[in-house]
């Protein structure tokens, strides 16, 4: 058995789709020969860079490979070319599935998206990581069930850990002034419509009009200056700007020490396409984590979970406030997570991957 990662983009393991790419890559090729290949792209691509969008091959492909697109952008080359079997990992489904994505796309960029999906179409097996976008596939796509087969999420346990001593280390590398009475919430990953920041900062402000002295650490690149500019205004509207550190990406080496420097993580998502990965990490972290129904935290995980809708900002705050008034119920609800997130390991999702490999080729065989 042979597989090709195949993308239009050079992702860096930092980035969500990079770290998922990389991270399956390195466990799949312990039972099986994994590559890498670039995609070939019309000439002026290199200045004219939304052709990148609409690679029209596939570089060094070895005939009768998996060829594995690991997001939506790309499966525009599937329409340009007979790539069997193929398998295409949808993270989620974006506008499709969310109005909040809509300021994302213009004209131009909502046609783009249309080609990569008439792409995805035509993928032999997509992968899935919840019933949620199992089921958008088919309503919005009319992806066929049989076609689409759900790997469970996945988290590095060792990476993500318990660490004495983050506070002192974060404090050095990035002139965090920790304050002992003070509470400290964070939230990891970008400021798009859909991540629904509005909604904590809400929550803030219920907060502070209870007197708690809470902090938001907000680690992770904004997506695009647009968005931090409504971050901000949302905040200052909110009246919590002073209660909200901006820390832009860090490296992974870092951000366990981020988590472990928090007492509470939170997630105010409206749209997942699988376990938010924010929650699994801050469980691994051993930190009691408050979300909304949109993280798709399965019933497993509730023990370690408050779970609240995601337009009901006093809710969100009662959930934290429950957990600065209760340090004990606090360090339970982390010590469970991090017991029960220990079970979500990349093993279990390569494995599966594999059966589904497997699947796919023996269907191949039987035609």
Same mark, same amino acid.
């Given at each position: 058995?042979?597989?090709?990662?195949?993308?239009?983009?050079?992702?860096?393991?930092?980035?969500?789709?990079?770290?998922?790419?990389?991270?399956?890559?390195?466990?799949?090729?312990?039972?099986?020969?994994?590559?890498?290949?670039?995609?070939?792209?019309?000439?002026?691509?290199?200045? *004219?860079?939304?052709?990148?969008?609409?690679?029209?091959?596939?570089?060094? !492909?070895?005939?009768?490979?998996?060829? !594995?697109?690991?997001?939506?952008?790309?499966?525009?080359?599937?329409?340009? #070319?007979?790539?069997?079997?193929?398998?295409?990992?949808?993270?989620?489904?974006?506008?499709?599935?969310?109005?909040?994505?809509?300021?994302?796309?213009? #004209?131009?960029?909502?046609?783009? *998206?249309?080609?990569?999906?008439?792409?995805?179409?035509?993928?032999?097996?997509?992968?899935?990581?919840?019933?949620?976008?199992?089921?958008?596939?088919?309503?919005?796509?009319?992806?066929?069930?049989?076609?689409?087969?759900?790997?469970?999420?996945?988290?590095?346990?060792?990476?993500?850990?318990?660490?004495?001593?983050?506070?002192?280390?974060?404090?050095?590398?990035?002139?965090?002034?920790?304050?002992?009475?003070?509470?400290?919430?964070?939230?990891?990953?970008?400021?798009?419509?859909?991540?629904?920041?509005?909604?904590?900062?809400?929550?803030?402000?219920? *907060?502070?009009?209870?007197?708690?002295?809470?902090?938001?650490?907000?680690?992770?690149?904004?997506?695009?200056?647009?968005?931090?500019?409504?971050?901000?205004?949302?905040?200052?509207?909110?009246?919590?700007?002073?209660?909200?550190?901006?820390?832009? #990406?860090?490296?992974?080496?870092?951000?366990?020490?981020?988590?472990?420097?928090?007492?509470?993580?939170?997630?105010?998502?409206?749209? %997942?396409?699988?376990?938010?990965?924010?929650?699994? %990490?801050?469980?691994?972290?051993?930190?009691?984590?408050?979300?909304?129904?949109?993280?798709?935290?399965? &019933?497993?995980?509730?023990?370690?979970?408050?779970?609240?809708?995601?337009?009901?900002?006093?809710?969100?705050?009662?959930?934290?406030?429950? *957990?600065?008034?209760?340090? %004990?119920?606090?360090?339970?609800?982390?010590?469970?997570?991090?017991?029960?997130?220990?079970?979500?390991?990349?093993?279990? &999702?390569?494995?599966?991957?594999?059966?589904?490999?497997? #699947?796919?080729?023996?269907?191949?065989?039987?035609?």
């Amino acid at each position: 058995m042979r597989v090709e990662f195949v993308s239009p983009y050079n992702h860096s393991p930092k980035t969500g789709i990079g770290r998922y790419m990389h991270t399956l890559k390195s466990h799949l090729e312990r039972s099986i020969e994994v590559s890498v290949k670039p995609m070939r792209f019309a000439p002026f691509s290199s200045r *004219l860079s939304f052709l990148r969008n609409f690679p029209l091959a596939i570089e060094g !492909h070895v005939s009768g490979s998996i060829v !594995h697109i690991p997001q939506i952008m790309g499966c525009f080359v599937l329409s340009r #070319r007979d790539y069997f079997p193929s398998v295409v990992t949808v993270h989620d489904l974006g506008m499709l599935e969310t109005p909040l994505d809509q300021p994302l796309f213009n #004209r131009f960029d909502r046609w783009v *998206l249309h080609q990569q999906l008439q792409g995805l179409k035509r993928a032999d097996l997509v992968l899935v990581h919840s019933d949620r976008t199992r089921k958008g596939l088919t309503h919005h796509l009319d992806i066929k069930g049989s076609a689409i087969v759900k790997v469970p999420s996945s988290i590095d346990s060792t990476h993500f850990r318990p660490i004495k001593d983050a506070k002192e280390y974060v404090s050095r590398g990035y002139g965090i002034d920790f304050d002992e009475k003070t509470s400290y919430l964070i939230y990891v990953g970008s400021e798009l419509p859909r991540k629904n920041m509005k909604l904590l900062f809400e929550a803030l402000a219920v *907060l502070k009009g209870r007197k708690r002295k809470v902090m938001l650490l907000k680690v992770g690149g904004a997506g695009g200056d647009t968005w931090r500019a409504l971050t901000i205004s949302d905040a200052e509207r909110f009246g919590c700007l002073e209660n909200v550190i901006f820390t832009d #990406r860090v490296s992974e080496t870092d951000l366990p020490f981020f988590y472990n420097s928090a007492d509470i993580c939170v997630t105010p998502t409206r749209l %997942e396409g699988g376990f938010a990965w924010l929650a699994m %990490e801050g469980m691994a972290c051993e930190k009691p984590i408050v979300a909304t129904v949109d993280a798709l935290v399965p &019933e497993s995980a509730r023990a370690a979970t408050f779970v609240v809708q995601d337009d009901d900002p006093v809710a969100f705050a009662d959930a934290i406030d429950t *957990l600065i008034l209760y340090p %004990e119920l606090r360090k339970q609800m982390g010590e469970k997570g991090r017991e029960i997130i220990t079970s979500y390991t990349w093993q279990s &999702e390569a494995r599966c991957t594999i059966e589904a490999y497997t #699947r796919l080729l023996n269907q191949s065989d039987s035609c």
